[in-house]
């Protein structure tokens, strides 16, 4: 199987000589956001009432939809070897959080189910199969894959769908109950069981057509709308196999290759899906300023005016909150470009971060919302529907358990041969939006043993200079967060490693979720130390900076270090700032159409 690397074009340059890439996604962002427009006007297609008449009836979005093809969102979806637009995941990162901002659902159904499904196809298939996806998604065809597995609690490699051998290929017999988009799909990427045990050679993938295959040996299964609570009118189609001849030709890859290629590829699909989920929190964090400067929020809503104070600093921390999060995961996104052998770790401390800290940054905003979140319309109503989207997102091979047996086995070699020993990472992978070397699928790796992110923070903190109050304390949350790492590694190399079989210590989950949150205060200080005060002088600001790891210490357990009154003040600016002058409030913090 050739590389899509080997066919990749030389990337495009821009006048003045960096890559097409940075030049390009601003003006695809603009392009995009202009083109859904103000979410709060009611005539508007992909507009709240709009998005939310459909999840109510538990149907696809038909208007929003035809918002994005007017738009060629598929493009964003195929490499551009192949004919469309994609050459960077963070390029599709920052044209994607539109939509998600928006609508979760919108944006998981429309297009990175197709995407997730795709990067299969992209690493393993054929040149005809590549060829053969590129053009149905040009062509604005969907994709689907199915591997949730809901009997055992998502564990992918537990496959109730089996493959054994038949004439000219295998015979498929087996269900999946949830298949996103499969209604709707020309190509449905399949993970199923070709070999017994739970090994590495156990799992297969498939590219198949669904409409050739033959009928009475495959059906599309239907769930009930009730039964659905999250993701509405996308979540509601599963798939059956019947002793389903499938032809050898529709394998991705060698039999056996199943589950290396889709540990591969969640490192693409857990890091780009939990970063679109920031944008939810953006939309939650808008409407909460809504409400708390007394704006209307929804028809029919009532509500007494919140203490100005609480709701100001209540503003602030989930903006800190938003701004923590996104850290990691811009910081994972780049470095799928400049660090790929080490993205195995970054996309699974993402993905596990996402439910421990946006979900509880939703909640804390609801709090600001008060009755209000009752409403079932307008900005309310969507913030309400990303209460019930977000945690769907989170579930399945991309859940925290997941994640953490992702990151787990790998933290004794970590201890032993990274930690305070590995070289720092790039400057480039903290600066959001900056140029970036190609990508490629084949530079990717399960694990190689090293962690730059986490050599980061001691670097950073020695040069952290200590002139004002706001240095100082953060100076000394940096320092903690480095005592933190060297607990850790500590902790790791006295307890017995975790083994493939058999129970784990359940101190080795409590020293994931730690690890987490000290990637997540690397990613904050080389965010901050690398930013350009000439570009954005707030992400060059040590407030920010400072209340976001003393936000990390406070779930660490470090309680000690008191934040300045000022940080939070300087913060809350910046709040009322992207709001009347409509940004993002995201590290990319681009313009926006409402």
Not at 183 to 190: E, G, I, P
Not at 234 to 246: H, K, L
Not at 258 to 278: E, I, K, N, Y
Not at 307 to 317: E, K
Request: aromatic fraction near 6%; proline fraction near 7%; hydrophobic fraction near 45%.
């Amino acid at each position: 199987m050739s590389s899509l690397s080997t066919i990749t074009e030389p990337v495009r340059r821009s006048e003045g000589g960096a890559p097409a890439q940075a030049a390009t996604a601003r003006e695809r962002v603009r392009r995009i956001e202009a083109l859904l427009g103000d979410p709060a006007e009611d005539a508007n297609p992909s507009g709240y009432r709009t998005l939310l008449d459909a999840d109510r009836a538990a149907v696809i979005c038909d208007p929003a939809e035809a918002v994005l093809d007017s738009f060629g969102m598929n493009e964003e979806f195929v490499p551009t070897a192949l004919g469309g637009r994609f050459d960077s995941p963070e390029t599709l990162l920052q044209v994607m959080r539109a939509v998600f901002r928006r609508d979760v659902g919108l944006g998981m159904g429309y297009g990175m189910t197709s995407f997730v499904a795709a990067n299969y196809v992209w690493m393993r298939g054929t040149a005809v199969q590549r060829r053969t996806l590129a053009g149905q998604l040009l062509n604005g065809s969907k994709a689907a894959i199915a591997q949730h597995e809901t009997a055992h609690t998502n564990d992918f490699v537990r496959s109730q769908v089996r493959g054994t051998p038949g004439p000219g290929g295998l015979s498929v017999t087996g269900g999946k109950p949830v298949v996103n988009n499969l209604q709707r799909a020309d190509t449905l990427v399949l993970v199923l069981r070709t070999a017994e045990g739970h090994g590495s050679g156990c799992l297969s993938a498939l590219m198949l057509a669904p409409d050739e295959l033959p009928p009475g040996r495959f059906e599309v299964t239907r769930r009930p709308s009730a039964d659905v609570v999250g993701l509405r009118g996308y979540f509601s189609t599963g798939a059956r196999f019947t002793d389903c001849p499938v032809p050898e030709a529709a394998l991705l890859g060698p039999v056996g290759s199943g589950v290396a290629t889709s540990l591969l590829s969640f490192q693409m699909s857990r890091t780009l899906v939990a970063s679109l989920a920031a944008a939810a929190v953006d939309t939650g964090l808008r409407t909460a300023l809504l409400a708390g400067r007394g704006q209307d929020p929804g028809p029919g809503v009532h509500n007494k005016a919140p203490d100005p104070h609480s709701t100001a600093a209540t503003l602030a921390r989930a903006f800190i909150d938003l701004l923590l999060y996104d850290s990691l995961a811009v910081v994972a996104t780049r470095a799928l470009h400049l660090r790929p052998a080490e993205t195995s770790l970054y996309s699974a401390a993402v993905r596990s971060l996402l439910p421990k800290v946006l979900r509880d940054t939703l909640h804390d905003l609801a709090g600001v919302l008060g009755s209000q979140i009752y409403t079932r319309e307008g900005p309310v109503g969507v913030f309400q529907k990303h209460l019930r989207d977000l945690p769907i997102v989170s579930l399945g091979h991309a859940g925290t358990a997941a994640c953490q047996a992702t990151i787990m086995p790998q933290l004794p070699r970590l201890a032993r041969r990274s930690w305070f020993v590995d070289e720092e990472a790039p400057a480039a992978m903290f600066r959001p939006g900056a140029p970036l070397p190609p990508f490629a699928y084949d530079r990717l790796a399960l694990t190689d043993g090293r962690d730059s992110l986490s050599a980061s923070l001691p670097a950073a903190v020695a040069g952290l200079p200590a002139a004002d109050p706001v240095q100082r304390v953060l100076r000394t949350l940096g320092e903690r967060m480095v005592d933190e790492l060297r607990d850790l590694r500590r902790r790791v190399l006295a307890l017995e490693a975790p083994g493939p079989q058999g129970t784990v210590n359940p101190a080795w989950f409590a020293l994931t979720d730690r690890y987490v949150l000290v990637l997540a205060a690397a990613a904050v200080l080389g965010v901050w130390r690398h930013s350009d005060a000439l570009s954005d002088p707030f992400l060059a600001d040590p407030a920010w900076a400072a209340a976001a790891l003393h936000r990390i210490a406070g779930r660490l357990g470090i309680r000690d270090v008191d934040l300045p009154e000022e940080c939070l003040s300087r913060v809350h600016r910046e709040v009322l700032t992207r709001f009347r002058d409509p940004h993002g409030f995201d590290l990319y913090n681009m313009p926006l159409a409402g």
